[in-house]
């Protein structure tokens, strides 16, 4: 069942006479933190901060590069004359294993076969290809 509205007036809440008394609520809350261009200020430091830290870390890291390579080009003819050494003792491991194969092998001209000669005539030295399969072999 409902209820039939009534025909009454409707009776409204109004304000006193005059109105409410105020309130000075701002007595009774505290700060609510820092003033906006305070917190303007400290993220513009911490920004600016950090900046700074990254400039110092990019120049230390560019001074270790710096004396990274120094090293290397300092060390480079060393390891250039080891990795020839390396070279010339496989190139004569080569040389002495093939000149034992081809003992009794003559050229197209009837000579005998010249270990370490090139069988294409280039008339140019070139170094035999060196790759890793070779290192070991011995």
Do not use: C
């Not at 290397?72 to 080891?82: D, G």
């Not at 001209?109 to 069988?119: A, D, L």
């Amino acid at each position: 069942m409902s209820l039939r509205p009534s025909t009454a007036a409707a009776i409204q809440d109004m304000p006193p006479p005059g109105g409410y008394k105020k309130l000075d609520f701002t007595r009774y809350l505290p700060d609510r933190g820092p003033k906006g261009w305070q917190l303007w200020a400290g993220a513009t430091t911490l920004i600016m901060y950090g900046y700074y830290q990254v400039g110092k870390t990019n120049q230390a890291r560019i001074q270790q590069k710096m004396q990274e390579r120094k090293v290397r080009y300092a060390l480079a003819p060393l390891m250039q004359a080891e990795a020839d050494r390396e070279y010339m003792e496989r190139e004569l491991v080569n040389l002495r294993r093939e000149a034992e194969i081809m003992k009794d092998v003559t050229d197209l001209k009837g000579n005998p076969w010249v270990p370490g000669s090139s069988q294409y005539f280039g008339g140019q030295w070139m170094p035999r290809k060196v790759s890793y399969f070779m290192r070991h072999q011995g």
